[in-house]
């Protein structure tokens, strides 16, 4: 199974930007599904952002779309989220997510099996 390690998180100005990354390992990073989710104080974790396997294709919630990109480099088992235009509502723990398989919802939280720790992003206004 893989182990998931965010990092990159801090604290930013609203209008700033933050490189968010995870790195995988115990696996084979290629096989995984990969995903961003967020989680404010109070609030239900929700979908950021998810990349395929190969990268071909990227998935975005509509309060990101166009301010935030996922990438990967499947030679370096990592995955990342540039972050621009960072807002306050942007403020929340972030969580890389994983699975082999995309059997449901890929904008899911339950879709997936495995979770980093998460890493915080402070937007301050």
């Known amino acids: 199974q893989v182990q998931l390690v965010e990092s990159g998180g801090g604290l930013v100005q609203a209008g700033g930007s933050l490189r968010l990354s995870c790195a995988a390992s115990?696996?084979?990073?290629?096989?995984?599904?990969m995903a961003w989710f967020r989680q404010a104080p109070g609030k239900e974790r929700e979908f950021v952002a998810a990349?395929?396997?190969?990268?071909?294709?990227?998935y975005y919630a509509d309060s990101v779309k166009g301010r935030f990109t996922i990438s990967r480099d499947n030679a370096k088992n990592t995955v990342a989220l540039q972050m621009n235009s960072l807002k306050s509502g942007d403020t929340a723990v972030y969580y890389c997510a994983a699975d082999k398989s995309i059997s449901t919802d890929l904008r899911r939280h339950e879709t997936y099996v495995y979770w980093g720790q998460g890493t915080q992003v402070t937007v301050s206004s």
């Open positions: 115990g696996d084979t990073f290629r096989d995984y599904f």
């Open positions: 990349i395929s396997w190969s990268a071909i294709s990227t």
